[in-house]
């Protein structure tokens, strides 16, 4: 069952979650530095990083109906809706980035709704999807959405997608630090160090991944089935000819 939309904005108001906001903001600014000009949708829980795609053509949320939704944003026109994760209400291959957050972990057809953002995603688009890494110390805090529903390893989570007709493009963890508020004065430079002398994982695993490419494949040349079989079966004996005279037809 997912989180309702009030306990996800109720985390991220609070240190913990503006933490956590920062920094894979971070990642996602680094990941895609320009948008102009490109439609983005996110899915699951993604306002509180949508706020950083305004120079985007159009942006959009769409939250799962067993979530909730919440007016995004505040200050604007509404571009917020509610959707079902089997069927979402848009065109397909209309958005050019899709980002998923809070969206994988707790639906009840992961599968399916990766499929789904896969028909949304145009052509060259690229999709960046967030999910809870298993092993990490933010996949354990039930204080935290990350807490809840099916954590992935970076493996599972690469299966899942080019079992969605996507392919993986690049990936990366974030938030190293532990969800302890002694340690969020911190957080931003352990998140530089921790990479390289940590042996475990981050807490959250960002992967981006595009289209599948089509391939095209050339058919074999068929052979018939007397060519199967030549040299297998006796070949026919010539048929004697008509030793009666014949009448040539004219064609007109």
């Not at 089997?86 to 709704?113: C, K, N, W, Y």
């Not at 190293?176 to 042996?199: D, H, K, M, Q």
Request: aromatic share 8%.
């Amino acid at each position: 069952m997912r989180r309702p939309v009030q306990d996800l904005n109720r985390f991220y108001t609070s240190p913990e979650g503006l933490v956590a906001k920062r920094l894979i903001a971070r990642k996602l600014a680094e990941a895609w530095p320009d948008l102009r000009g490109l439609d983005v949708l996110g899915l699951g829980y993604c306002t509180p990083y949508l706020d950083h795609f305004n120079e985007a053509r159009r942006v959009l949320s769409a939250m799962p109906a067993a979530q909730g939704a919440e007016i995004w944003p505040a200050d604007m026109r509404v571009r917020t809706t509610l959707v079902e994760e089997e069927a979402l209400p848009f065109p397909t291959g209309l958005f050019d980035r899709i980002l998923m957050v809070h969206a994988l972990e707790e639906s009840p057809m992961p599968q399916g709704l990766l499929l789904e953002a896969s028909r949304l995603l145009a052509p060259n688009g690229k999709l960046i999807l967030g999910v809870a890494a298993r092993g990490g110390f933010w996949a354990h805090a039930e204080k935290t959405p990350f807490g809840y529903g099916q954590p992935y390893s970076r493996l599972q989570l690469e299966s899942a997608l080019r079992d969605a007709e996507l392919e993986p493009l690049a990936w990366s963890y974030a938030l190293y630090a532990p969800p302890l508020r002694s340690l969020l004065r911190w957080a931003g430079a352990l998140e530089n160090v921790l990479p390289r002398i940590w042996p475990l994982t981050g807490g959250l695993i960002l992967m981006e991944a595009g289209r599948r490419p089509f391939v095209a494949h050339t058919p074999r040349p068929q052979k018939s089935i007397l060519q199967e079989l030549r040299g297998v079966l006796t070949p026919p004996q010539p048929v004697p000819t008509s030793r009666l005279p014949h009448k040539d037809h004219e064609i007109a």
